[in-house]
């Protein structure tokens, strides 16, 4: 069984940094070419949206309405793989999910973290 868990960085102040660790068991985020490791948010009161992914060889595609500000990057030894996204503002508090996307049943969700920037 796949399971993926998002860190909680709690309360973010504007202009810091948004940073977020998912950690990966049952899979391996290097081996299977079918397999995204992605980012998704949702605001309050709105719909979900991807960020970004990055695959299984490392390679990172990004939303362009966030691209200037989000970095995607991996731990291999770890099994985790980490959003960064810089110059937070009130509109990125959202509930943060990070899930490997491999279509129909074979999807895989965290929990899902409440991330709230403000002063």
């Known amino acids: 069984q796949v399971q993926l868990q998002e860190s909680d960085p709690g309360l973010v102040k504007p202009s810091q940094t948004l940073s977020l660790t998912c950690t990966v068991s049952?899979?391996?985020?290097?081996?299977?070419?079918?397999?995204?490791w992605s980012w998704i948010r949702q605001p309050p009161g709105k719909g979900l949206e991807w960020m970004g992914t990055i695959t299984y060889a490392g390679t990172t595609y990004y939303s362009p309405s966030l691209k200037s500000r989000t970095s995607i990057s991996r731990d291999t030894s770890k099994n985790q793989f980490t959003l960064q996204l810089s110059s937070a503002t009130p509109e990125d508090t959202a509930v943060y999910y990070c899930a490997r996307v491999a279509g129909w049943s074979n999807d895989y969700w965290g929990q899902g973290t409440q991330v709230t920037v403000s002063s």
């Open positions: 049952g899979d391996s985020i290097t081996t299977n070419p079918n397999c995204y």
